[in-house]
């Protein structure tokens, strides 16, 4: 069931617990939606209720990922998927290149990594003469 909460400056914050984790932590997804200007209030009303099943639906079908950090989410690629379907020569290799690729974008959320992020990331190893 997703709560929905109005907030002192006019948006609305939508979280849905997604579970709990394995530290017993319960696990939550947010979502900020923010109204169109000209909206009545009972348009905004049925519009944030909208949202809030969509966003639940999604959370339920494990699209959601955004308060994942890229490590976070690379460490659970390699356990779940790499392990099982690469070769382990590729799978080691992998491994090390995390220990360039961590410090640099590990950090980040995914929904806020982007391409020039990527693409800055990756001319500074060729420029540093630390080719891939």
Same mark, same amino acid.
């Given at each position: 069931? =997703?709560?929905? !909460?109005?907030?002192?400056?006019?948006?609305? #914050?939508?979280?849905?617990?997604?579970?709990?984790? %394995?530290?017993?932590? +319960?696990?939550?997804?947010?979502?900020?939606?923010?109204?169109? /200007?000209?909206?009545?209030?009972? &348009?905004?009303?049925?519009?944030? +209720?909208? &949202? =809030?099943? *969509?966003?639940? $639906?999604?959370?339920?079908?494990?699209?959601?990922?955004?308060? %994942?950090?890229? $490590?976070?989410?690379? #460490?659970?690629?390699? #356990?779940?998927?790499?392990?099982?379907? @690469? !070769? /382990?020569?590729?799978? =080691?290799?992998?491994? +090390? *290149?995390?220990? !360039?690729?961590? /410090?640099?974008?590990?950090?980040? !959320? @995914?929904?806020?990594?982007?391409?020039?992020?990527? +693409?800055?990331? %990756?001319?500074?190893? @060729? %420029?540093?003469?630390?080719?891939?």
């Amino acid at each position: 069931m =997703a709560t929905i !909460r109005r907030r002192p400056n006019g948006t609305y #914050e939508i979280k849905v617990s997604c579970g709990y984790g %394995v530290d017993g932590k +319960q696990r939550n997804q947010y979502k900020s939606y923010k109204p169109e /200007p000209g909206m009545t209030k009972r &348009q905004i009303e049925k519009e944030v +209720q909208r &949202q =809030a099943i *969509l966003f639940e $639906e999604d959370c339920k079908r494990g699209h959601i990922t955004a308060a %994942v950090k890229f $490590e976070t989410f690379a #460490e659970q690629w390699f #356990e779940e998927y790499a392990k099982v379907n @690469l !070769r /382990p020569t590729s799978y =080691a290799r992998m491994k +090390q *290149l995390t220990k !360039r690729v961590y /410090p640099a974008i590990g950090h980040k !959320r @995914l929904d806020k990594i982007t391409a020039r992020d990527i +693409q800055k990331f %990756v001319t500074d190893m @060729l %420029v540093n003469g630390k080719n891939m």
